[in-house]
């Protein structure tokens, strides 16, 4: 199973990024997906998930500004960011199970 995010860059405080998931080796239909990240000399924190069922769960610090998604013909999970802020500064992870990606660089200017 690999999993390999996309879709990091800047963007100004308030503004939006959407960020993909691609997954290899299993289906994302069947498993759950979560979302993580980590700041910068901070500890990996979980962010959502998405399961099987297609139920999306979040943390309370991102709660009603992120939204996690899929699209299972294309085998992808989406993690869509909003008014985002920079304190939102850090690398986003998927996750399954305990296969990660490779991470992608999200960067919030104030």
């Known amino acids: 199973v690999q999993l390999m995010e996309s879709g990091g860059g800047e963007v100004q405080a308030g503004g939006s990024l959407r960020l993909s998931c691609e997954v290899s080796?299993?289906?994302?239909?069947?498993?759950?997906i979560n979302w993580h990240r980590q700041a910068p000399g901070e500890q990996r924190e979980w962010l959502g998930v998405i399961n099987r069922s297609g139920a999306t769960h979040y943390a309370d610090a991102v709660q009603g500004r992120f939204t996690i998604s899929r699209d299972n013909a294309e085998n992808t999970v989406s993690l869509q960011m909003n008014s985002l802020k920079p304190e939102d500064t850090a690398v986003y992870y998927c996750?399954?199970?305990?296969?990660w990606g490779q991470g992608t660089r999200v960067t919030v200017s104030s």
């Open positions: 080796g299993i289906s994302v239909g069947s498993h759950d």
């Open positions: 996750r399954w199970l305990t296969t």
